[in-house]
């Protein structure tokens, strides 16, 4: 049993393997026409035909995807791990809408087909560039949780500099600081949408000095991840030369 373990793991987990190379690749591919189906689904006046090929192409993905949550638990060193962690959570959304659909004839289940867009989330699994990218978030983890704070400091410094500067010219717009904060959301991320504006000397002096500390809030998350990539490379590539000595 253990042995079988082993086996499936290695084609489950590994793509090093030309049977996990080959089971990678199918699933890639399951996975796309999947989203493609889900997409046409949507398109209105569909004829019988089409709908007959879509249900199909959704029991099979839905029938695959379940074998391979099962084959996942079977093989999981810690089962309530998997189960609960990313991966486990997004395989299981992904089937979930459909055997919920069959089990109980509720309205206010289908709002449970909206789980069927996480199928393309279950494509990072397979994609050693987007693993990469997974590997990069937690290196730099607590460095963005930093940074997150840092800015929810400066949207809530714009958005208190704004009122008091604007409040008297526009109170209809700037009312409260919680009305202002839309603005110094926008202006901070430099988009700037043009819809709520300052219209006093002050107001427009203290928009200038938010703009220019927007440009460090949009460019400081780039030089972030771009280090982090790079440290992710390194690391999958010790480990590659690892494996292949």
């Known amino acids: 049993m253990s042995t079988l373990k082993n086996k499936i793991r290695k084609v489950l987990e590994e793509n090093t393997s030309k049977k996990g190379r080959i089971f990678d690749y199918s699933i890639q591919v399951l996975i796309f026409i999947s989203i493609v189906a889900f997409s046409v689904e949507t398109l209105p006046n569909n004829s019988f035909f089409v709908k007959r090929i879509l249900k199909i192409i959704e029991m099979i993905c839905v029938f695959v995807f379940s074998i391979e ?4 638990v079977f093989v999981a060193k810690k089962t309530y ?12 959304l992904s089937i979930l ?3 919920l659909r069959w089990a109980v004839d509720l309205r206010a289940l289908r709002i449970f087909r909206v789980f069927r867009i996480f199928r393309a989330l279950k494509i990072v699994r397979y994609n050693k560039a987007l693993n990469r990218i997974a590997l990069a978030a937690k290196i730099v983890k607590e460095e963005v949780v930093l940074f997150l704070l840092v ?4 949207v809530f410094l714009s958005a208190s500099g704004i009122y008091f500067f604007e409040y008297e010219a526009q109170p209809e717009i700037f009312s409260s600081i919680f009305h202002s904060l839309w603005w110094a959301i926008v202006t ?3 988009v700037g949408y043009g819809d709520v504006y300052p219209v006093t000397m002050g107001g427009k002096i203290f928009t200038f000095f938010v703009l220019m500390i927007g440009i460090g809030v949009v460019t ?7 280090t982090a990539l790079s440290k992710a490379r390194e690391i999958q590539d ?3 030369n690892t494996n292949e000595v």
């Open 69 to 72: 949550y099962l084959l996942r």
């Open 97 to 99: 809408p459909f055997y």
């Open 188 to 190: 901070l991320t430099t």
């Open 238 to 240: 010790e480990k590659k």
């Open 151 to 154: 800015t929810f400091i400066l």
């Open 220 to 226: 400081v998350p780039a030089g972030l991840v771009a």
């Open 81 to 92: 791990k998997y189960i609960f962690s990313f991966y486990g959570v997004i395989d299981l």
